[in-house]
């Protein structure tokens, strides 16, 4: 259920481990352990991989602006999300969507 939880909802900007622990009123450590034991990745790692997925999917298979892909794929800060897209997959997400056209 928590899986599904963050799943459904990792495009709200404010989705955090505090969120999380709150909704199912368990503690942050154990939300932490949790998605660890699950993934193999922090909170905040797998957080960002879900919206790294949802931001390629949505350059590739949509025209929708920089911008939009921004907020649609949860992140609140144009900054935040070209950092890590840049990290996750090596270029920014304009030379992406360019390299997937040709």
Known sequence: ???AF???NFRDPNMSLSVVAQHFSISEG???????RCTGKNYSAHLEELRMNE????LTQTQLP?????KKSGFEY???FYKAFKKHFG????TFREERRE
């Open 6 to 8: 963050i799943e459904e």
């Open 66 to 70: 920089i911008g939009e892909i921004v």
């Open 91 to 94: 270029v920014p997400p304009n």
């Open 55 to 58: 931001a390629m999917r949505l």
């Open 78 to 80: 144009k900054n935040t």
């Open 30 to 36: 154990y939300v932490s352990q949790y998605i660890k």
């Open 1 to 3: 259920q928590m899986m």
